[in-house]
């Protein structure tokens, strides 16, 4: 009977410890098993996150672009507008200064645009064109240079004034009508407040 005490007593501490073990193993899975879970969740949460922000950085730069090509065709609008605008502006500056070309004053200034050239050329030859409708006034433009003069017809003169030019100082001196108004239009795009940025 002691030997069965005994024997019942160890088989009981055998059994209670398989149980402590058991129990210890299975927490230690249990943990593990969680753990596992935990990273799974992170993993997949990262995962997510990352895909996300690609979708995000994917319909941004669509949208961005879209905007782009937009901004784009509306400046292009803008800039055909614009240019509409300044050349019926200037068609009509140009029209005027052609009717100022038929008037009593522009002989008079055209002498005077002939005698700024003549005082920058001196006494060299030289030879000056103008529209071909000014040939008339070839006499009155000679008279107010001292040195040798050609007066020429010059089909790139449309409007009016007139453009010297001496081989001996290389240099060419422009006071055509045609490129005072040509100059007037960066000015008068900067000025008009019409820059396109």
Request: hydrophobic share 35%; with cysteine; aromatic share 8%.
């Amino acid at each position: 009977m002691i030997n069965d005490n005994k024997s019942s007593r160890f088989l009981d501490a055998i059994n209670r410890y398989n149980k402590e073990e058991r129990a210890k193993i299975v927490s230690e899975i249990e943990g593990k098993k969680q753990e596992a879970v935990k990273k799974a969740e992170l993993q997949a949460k990262a995962d997510a996150d990352k895909y996300i922000k690609k979708l995000v950085s994917a319909a941004e730069t669509a949208v961005t672009s879209k905007y782009a090509v937009k901004n784009l065709e509306s400046q292009g609008e803008i800039f055909k507008t614009r240019d509409k605008m300044l050349k019926e502006i200037f068609d009509r500056c140009e029209k005027k200064l052609i009717d100022f070309t038929n008037s009593d004053e522009y002989k008079n200034k055209l002498i005077s645009y002939a005698e700024e050239i003549a005082q920058t050329f001196g006494d060299k030859a030289c030879i000056v064109y103008v529209k071909n409708d000014d040939l008339k006034f070839e006499n009155d433009i000679k008279g107010v240079f001292s040195g040798e003069v050609t007066v020429e017809g010059d089909l790139e003169i449309r409007i009016g004034g007139l453009r010297g030019y001496c081989k001996e100082l290389k240099l060419v001196a422009d006071n055509t009508l045609d490129s005072k108004l040509e100059n007037k239009k960066s000015w008068f795009v900067e000025n008009a407040d019409l820059k396109i940025s």
